[in-house]
């Protein structure tokens, strides 16, 4: 078994509206292409991704409907609205600013006086 | 936000149907997931139970779903409305005031609406009222319209057109109730038997009348209205196929009418209904071509639009033109619908009442914007506080907003229980004709009214306020404390604004009053031409089956004229058909002996009154030149005639009218030619405010009417007047009925209570709208002197005089008031204009009113502006200084 990280509270709302941005998913594909974007980080339970959904559906950034999957079953399917597109460019942006701030600041070596 | 309402409405109805989607969803995770896990190579039963362990528990995910769905934003409305609340509670003296302010302007445009809903625009009580129009015949030419039919054009008409389903005529004139007790006077609807089943009311009992009913030689059947059937014949259960005495002849009652239907008077409960061939008056009127009396109400097909209707009504009258041309050329028909023609002529007055109101409510509005904008300067610290804390600059408006609200709503409240009580007073207040007073009052669509008024008002007067603050600075707010040091130039340039909005609101307010108030002066010290003072009317009208000829008719009035001229105090008395302004007028037309004929584009009309000689003497009429009546002017005599000083100018223009002949066409008039004899002073006897037009007067016992309507001019109590005439009447005849009793300067009084009843409410208006602007000014001034204390403390410190203060501060009013005035000049012209069709004898730019006006609201301006200027003068430097 590989070493898998555990996701950081508050990403994993991030994550799904990436991972919805690559095309129309299922619960269970987001789920998929979570693990494959991230290689492998995962949701301590993998029930925890539907309030997650229906929280962004909520918040009118994903919008759902009822469709076929691969294997021929009745599966809801998530799409990114354009709020939530929008919404994805920001939170990218100051994640960005964020990882490089905290980079910096664990990077950062004492002084030599 | 629409996505958030879509969820809650989910959440709302589909509970069940999101419950099971959820599940599938689930189930489709874990399935999918134990097939991947099947493939990978896991047993059957290892793949499903690890599924299960990977995704937890259904039914905790299940719950933790469901609560994403609590509404968020609804619960942060909750959370607001709660801490405004809190937040009015901690500062009762603002929350008062700006809830009363509220409250009053809430509750007078409730009040105003109940009564415009009512009366114009809730639909009329028939069935399908929309499809109800008025059909009538009108001379463009002449500018006379709403003029009636004569039964045979109506017939015709009723025949001939395909755009109405049914057609009904109706006049109405009052009848003698005998048999039942005291002799009574009922109001009777003499209509074509398709009247009532054109409502489509179902009557209470019985029934309606039947096309049997209204041909000639019919048994005389009567519907009576629920009411009358009460009052006056106790609830008789048996009522429907006894008989009762109409004008001294037998009825049948064959239905009973419920009290909700009324028509044509809709603010009449009691009367009762006959068919026109059995109306003792317009009954013998059936076979005349000319003449324009029966009132016509249509039902429109549906489907069928006006124009079409309109194109076949044009149509009769062209036919009608060109089949009895001297009855029918020149007149058009046309058609209104029935609601325009009820409440056609109150509509403007009340709209301009409302619109009244809706400016008291701006003006509310701005001053507790203006509270508001006070309050948010002083609250900046809060505010920073938050939106340090995370609060984004919505948040921070949708909570300065939700308060607005709470104050809002508060105020609306109260305001709908203001209008409440006000609407009875303001029932009462209406002059007595005017239309459909029984449907006012507070309704669910006026209390819907009032509640979006209300949020509509909250968002106005919070919105503004809520911007600024949110907008505002934060670091020097924080710094600073907010509380001296963060007005900015933005807030003080907002509230001046709106302060100078108020004066200009009400001063288009205060015009407008003003110029009704003078139109209202003007009307009621015009000269009506006669000396109302100490005048009684009272009505004495003869059964037609018991006195059916006119000699009758003028044999009654005489012996009772003398009679009463007989009784002490009482020798001024005299009888006319019709009384000036109490019975309305008779336009006729005439023709000049020996001048050619009018053309019937360009006919001459006349007002027709027959008089008994006296009848100058007791109304104080002057006789210009000739000789009046008197008791030789009989039937037997030759025919005579007396013009008004209108009449002699317009139609005898640089000539002399005695010994000139006119004819009249009347029925009551025997049509042979009268000559001029004298000539008398003008009366306004169609109404107050219209210019006298021309006159003629004949006397009574060459064109007696049936019945007496008496003037009696008399010092004694009008009461004992009343018990006289009663007394003599029974002595000629105990069944009959002395009506409609009543002095003549109220009658006056009362037909002026339409524009004393717009004057004064805009008048309370107006005087609603200078306080509210003079607080709103005091509140500004006030405000900005305590936010300068320091300052003007410095300046006094350096040797400032407080004159100076004084005047530094009365400037600042004084250009509020400059911008306000002229800003309210520009919105009064512009709106007054409106106005003119109301106005008598006055101009809608009435120089005296305006100026009268900008100098009342100047001196309000500097007196709210004087006392905190005062304040300013007594600062003390050492204090305003330590104050830091």
Same mark, same amino acid.
């Given at each position: 078994m590989t070493e898998q990280a555990q996701l950081l509270p508050g990403t994993l709302d991030l994550l799904i509206l990436k991972a919805a941005s690559l095309g129309p998913l299922h619960g269970y594909g987001i789920l998929l292409r979570i693990e494959q974007i991230t290689r492998g980080a995962l949701l301590a339970e993998q029930g925890a991704l539907y309030p997650a959904l229906s929280r962004l559906e909520h918040q009118g950034l994903l919008t759902s409907e009822w469709g076929t999957s691969d294997n021929n079953r009745r599966a809801k399917f998530y799409r990114l609205t354009t709020s939530g597109r929008r919404r994805l460019r920001e939170e990218t942006q100051s994640w960005n600013r964020l990882v490089t701030a905290i980079g910096a600041a664990l990077g950062a070596k004492p002084q030599e006086g | 936000m629409f996505a958030q309402l879509r969820s809650l409405w989910k959440a709302l109805w589909n509970r069940s149907q999101m419950e099971s989607e959820l599940a599938d969803e689930m189930c489709f995770h874990l399935e999918s997931r134990a097939q991947d896990l099947l493939r990978s190579g896991l047993s059957r039963?290892?793949?499903?139970?690890?599924?299960?362990?990977?995704?937890?528990?259904?039914?905790?995910?299940?719950?933790?779903?469901?609560?994403?769905?609590?509404?968020?934003?609804?619960?942060?409305?909750?959370?607001?409305?709660?801490?405004?609340?809190?937040?009015?509670?901690?500062?009762?003296?603002?929350?008062?005031? *700006?809830?009363?302010?509220? *409250?009053?302007?809430?509750?007078?445009?409730?009040?105003?609406?109940?009564?415009?809903?009512?009366?114009?625009?809730?639909?009329?009580?028939?069935?399908?009222?929309?499809?109800?129009?008025?059909?009538?015949?009108?001379?463009?030419?002449?500018?006379?319209?709403?003029?009636?039919?004569?039964?045979?054009?109506?017939?015709?008409?009723?025949?001939?057109?395909?755009?109405?389903?049914? =057609?009904?005529?109706?006049?109405?004139?009052?009848?003698?109730?005998?048999?039942?007790?005291?002799?009574?006077?009922?109001?009777?609807?003499?209509?074509?038997?398709?009247?009532?089943?054109?409502?489509?009311?179902?009557?209470? /009992?019985?029934?309606?009348?039947?096309?049997?009913?209204?041909?000639?030689?019919?048994?005389?059947?009567?519907?009576?209205?629920?009411?009358?059937?009460?009052?006056?014949?106790?609830?008789?259960?048996?009522?429907?196929?006894?008989?009762?005495?109409?004008?001294?002849?037998?009825?049948?009652?064959?239905?009973?009418?419920?009290?909700?239907?009324?028509?044509?008077?809709?603010?009449?409960?009691?009367?009762?209904?006959?068919?026109?061939? $059995?109306?003792?008056?317009?009954?013998?009127?059936?076979?005349?071509? /000319?003449?324009?009396?029966?009132?016509?109400?249509?039902?429109?097909?549906?489907?069928?639009? =006006?124009?079409?209707?309109?194109?076949?009504?044009?149509?009769?009258?062209?036919?009608?033109?060109?089949?009895?041309?001297?009855?029918?050329?020149?007149?058009?028909?046309? =058609?209104?619908?029935?609601? $325009? =023609?009820?409440?056609?002529?109150?509509?403007?007055?009340?709209?301009?009442?409302?619109?009244?109101?809706?400016?008291?409510?701006?003006?509310?509005?701005?001053?507790?914007?203006?509270?508001?904008?006070?309050?948010?300067?002083?609250?900046?610290?809060?505010?920073?506080?938050?939106?340090?804390?995370?609060?984004?600059?919505?948040?921070?408006?949708?909570?300065?907003?939700?308060?607005?609200?709470?104050?809002?709503?508060?105020?609306?409240?109260?305001?709908?229980?203001?209008?409440?009580?006000?609407?009875?007073?303001?029932?009462?207040?209406?002059?007595?004709?005017?239309?459909?007073?029984?449907?006012?009052?507070?309704?669910?669509?006026?209390?819907?009214?009032?509640?979006?008024?209300?949020?509509?008002?909250?968002?106005?007067?919070?919105?503004?306020?809520?911007?600024?603050? *949110?907008?505002?600075?934060?670091?020097?707010?924080?710094?600073?404390?907010?509380?001296?040091?963060?007005?900015? /130039?933005?807030?003080?340039?907002?509230?001046?604004?709106?302060?100078?909005?108020?004066?200009?609101?009400?001063?288009?307010?205060?015009?407008? *009053?003003?110029?009704?108030?003078?139109?209202?002066?003007?009307?009621?010290?015009?000269?009506?031409?006669?000396?109302?003072?100490?005048?009684?009317?009272?009505?004495?009208?003869?059964?037609?089956? $018991?006195?059916?000829?006119?000699?009758?008719?003028?044999a009654f009035s005489d012996e009772l004229l003398a009679r009463i001229q007989a009784q002490p105090g009482m020798q001024d008395s005299a009888v006319a058909v019709p009384r000036p302004i109490v019975d309305g007028f008779i336009n006729l037309a005439f023709d000049i002996v020996?001048?050619?004929?009018?053309?019937?584009?360009?006919?001459?009309?006349?007002?027709?009154?027959?008089?008994?000689?006296?009848?100058?003497?007791?109304?104080?009429?002057?006789?210009?030149?000739?000789?009046?009546?008197?008791?030789?002017?009989?039937?037997?005599?030759?025919?005579?005639?007396?013009?008004?000083?209108?009449?002699?100018?317009?139609?005898?223009?640089?000539?002399?009218?005695?010994?000139k002949q006119l004819t009249v066409a009347f029925p009551f008039d025997n049509g042979a030619p009268r000559e001029i004899v004298g000539i008398v002073d003008d009366v306004r006897d169609v109404a107050l405010g219209q210019a006298p037009g021309p006159m003629m007067y004949v006397p009574y016992e060459q064109a007696p009417f049936w019945g007496a309507n008496l003037v009696v001019k008399s010092s004694l109590s009008p009461s004992s007047v009343a018990t006289t005439i009663r007394q003599e009447v029974r002595k000629m005849d105990k069944d009959l009925p002395v009506t409609d009793v009543a002095m003549m300067p109220e009658i006056i009084e009362a037909a002026v209570a339409q524009p004393r009843f717009g004057a004064s409410l805009l008048g309370l208006f107006a005087g609603l709208a200078l306080v509210l602007a003079g607080t709103g000014i005091f509140g500004v001034i006030s405000y900005s002197v305590s936010q300068r204390t320091r300052e003007i403390g410095i300046r006094m410190a350096l040797g400032a005089q407080r004159e100076n203060v004084l005047k530094q501060v009365l400037r600042e009013g004084t250009e509020l008031a400059a911008i306000g005035l002229t800003l309210g000049l520009a919105g009064s012209l512009g709106v007054t204009r409106l106005l003119a069709s109301l106005l008598f004898g006055v101009n809608p730019g009435d120089p005296l009113t305006f100026g009268v006006v900008a100098v009342i609201l100047a001196m309000v301006t500097l007196a709210a502006s004087y006392i905190p200027a005062r304040r300013a003068t007594r600062v003390d430097p050492i204090v305003a200084l330590r104050y830091e």
């Open positions: - | 039963e290892d793949a499903y139970r690890r599924a299960r362990i990977e995704f937890g528990s259904t039914v905790s995910y299940r719950e933790k779903v469901r609560e994403t769905h609590r509404v968020t934003w609804l619960e942060d409305f909750a959370q607001d409305l709660r801490y405004g609340w809190r937040v009015l509670r901690k500062n009762p003296g603002f929350g008062v005031v *700006a809830v009363l302010t509220m *409250a009053l302007g809430i509750g007078a445009n409730t009040a105003i609406f109940s009564v415009v809903y009512a009366v114009v625009l809730k639909p009329l009580p028939y069935a399908d009222s929309e499809q109800l129009f008025n059909v009538f015949e009108a001379r463009p030419q002449e500018g006379v319209t709403g003029a009636g039919w004569s039964y045979v054009n109506f017939a015709e008409l009723r025949q001939q057109n395909h755009a109405f389903s049914e =057609m009904a005529g109706n006049q109405s004139h009052q009848l003698t109730l005998t048999g039942r007790g005291e002799p009574s006077v009922v109001n009777a609807s003499v209509v074509t038997p398709e009247l009532l089943s054109l409502f489509g009311e179902k009557p209470l /009992g019985g029934r309606v009348f039947f096309s049997e009913d209204g041909k000639p030689g019919a048994a005389p059947v009567a519907v009576l209205s629920e009411n009358l059937w009460r009052n006056s014949f106790g609830a008789d259960p048996n009522i429907i196929g006894s008989s009762i005495n109409l004008d001294k002849r037998s009825f049948t009652v064959i239905g009973i009418m419920p009290a909700a239907f009324r028509f044509p008077q809709l603010t009449e409960s009691e009367q009762v209904w006959i068919p026109l061939v $059995q109306d003792p008056l317009f009954g013998g009127w059936l076979d005349r071509r /000319g003449g324009h009396w029966l009132s016509v109400t249509g039902r429109l097909k549906p489907g069928v639009s =006006m124009a079409q209707a309109q194109a076949e009504l044009d149509a009769v009258s062209a036919r009608l033109a060109k089949e009895f041309p001297a009855e029918n050329d020149g007149w058009a028909i046309r =058609m209104v619908p029935l609601q $325009q =023609m009820i409440v056609g002529k109150v509509k403007s007055p009340l709209l301009l009442l409302l619109g009244a109101v809706g400016l008291v409510l701006l003006i509310a509005c701005a001053n507790i914007a203006n509270l508001l904008l006070t309050r948010a300067t002083s609250r900046a610290r809060e505010i920073a506080v938050r939106t340090t804390l995370g609060a984004g600059r919505t948040r921070i408006v949708r909570q300065l907003l939700s308060e607005a609200t709470v104050l809002g709503l508060f105020g609306g409240v109260t305001g709908i229980v203001l209008a409440y009580w006000s609407v009875h007073g303001l029932s009462s207040l209406l002059p007595s004709n005017f239309p459909r007073t029984n449907a006012i009052r507070v309704d669910n669509v006026v209390l819907g009214f009032a509640l979006l008024l209300s949020v509509g008002a909250s968002v106005a007067f919070g919105l503004a306020p809520a911007l600024f603050a *949110a907008k505002a600075n934060l670091q020097t707010n924080l710094r600073a404390g907010g509380v001296r040091s963060g007005e900015s /130039g933005g807030y003080r340039r907002a509230r001046s604004f709106l302060a100078a909005g108020e004066i200009a609101l009400a001063m288009v307010l205060l015009v407008a *009053a003003g110029l009704l108030l003078r139109s209202f002066a003007n009307l009621v010290s015009v000269s009506p031409g006669f000396n109302a003072q100490h005048i009684v009317k009272a009505d004495i009208s003869l059964p037609q089956f $018991q006195y059916s000829k006119a000699q009758q008719w003028s020996g001048s050619p004929a009018a053309s019937s584009s360009a006919s001459r009309t006349v007002n027709y009154v027959s008089v008994s000689p006296e009848y100058f003497r007791v109304m104080g009429i002057p006789q210009l030149s000739g000789r009046s009546f008197d008791r030789r002017d009989v039937m037997s005599s030759p025919h005579v005639t007396l013009v008004s000083k209108t009449m002699a100018r317009l139609y005898f223009p640089n000539q002399d009218p005695l010994g």
